[in-house]
T-cell receptor
């Protein structure tokens, strides 16, 4: 089975840096995804880590440690539009595809 | 834009009535999924498909059935809607190779009264 845990809520200040953590326990691990979801909208893809280390993509970076079952999403130079829910998800490979299992999401509020 | 269209986008229905949600993709992806999203539970997989007429259950499949007669369409049916099925339903697609990104449709808001 799999468990994915992430904090429920976080608050940060515009212009600051915030780190959203995710811990997971999965069988048949096949990388880790991060999605962003604004209220009333669909989740949108942010990043996918399959190897250990940090991957940077503009203001967003994602880190993975497979041995520790741990990932984080780092958001720099926060903007008000970054207020959203951030979903950590672990894909389980089956039939050549991915079956994603999601955490409950971290609601990030960016304040002035 | 991942080329996924869900219909209807919003629906209110009465308890006990059948409801069908449609997902249509233009990407010719092999894999399609139906998720529901509820407060406190996050996204949960209902059913998925790995090809035409090939479907399987997810973690919350009770009360739901699916069909996929064409690559581009994946239908989710609530045979007899209940209030517990009030939720937001997301369709998703993926190309299918291990590690491929899953893309979501815009969502269908269903209220069962």
């Amino acid at each position: 089975g799999q468990n994915i845990d992430q904090p429920t809520e976080m608050t940060a200040t515009e212009g600051a840096i915030v780190q959203i953590n995710c811990t997971y326990q999965t069988s048949g691990f096949n990388g880790l995804f991060w999605y962003q979801q604004h209220a009333g909208e669909a989740p949108t893809f942010l990043s996918y880590n399959v190897l250990d280390g940090l991957e940077e993509k503009g203001r967003f970076s994602s880190f993975l440690s497979r041995s520790k079952g741990y990932s984080y999403l780092l958001l720099k130079e926060l903007q008000m539009k970054d207020s959203a829910s951030y979903l950590c998800a672990a894909p389980i490979a089956w039939g050549g595809g991915n079956k994603l299992t999601f955490g409950t999401g971290t609601q990030l509020k960016v304040e002035l | 834009d991942a080329g996924i269209t869900q219909s209807p986008r919003h629906k209110v229905t009465e308890t006990g009535t059948p409801v069908t949600l449609r997902c249509h993709q233009t990407e010719n992806h092999r894999y399609m999924y139906w998720y529901r999203q509820d407060p406190g539970h996050g996204l949960r997989l209902i059913h998925y498909s790995y090809g035409v007429k090939d479907t399987d259950k997810g973690e919350v499949s009770d009360g739901y059935s699916v069909s996929r007669s064409k690559t581009e369409d994946f239908l989710l049916t609530l045979e007899s809607a209940t209030s517990s099925q009030t939720s937001v339903y997301f369709c998703a697609i993926s190309e299918g190779n291990s590690g491929n990104t899953i893309y979501f449709g815009e969502g269908s808001w269903l209220t069962v009264v």
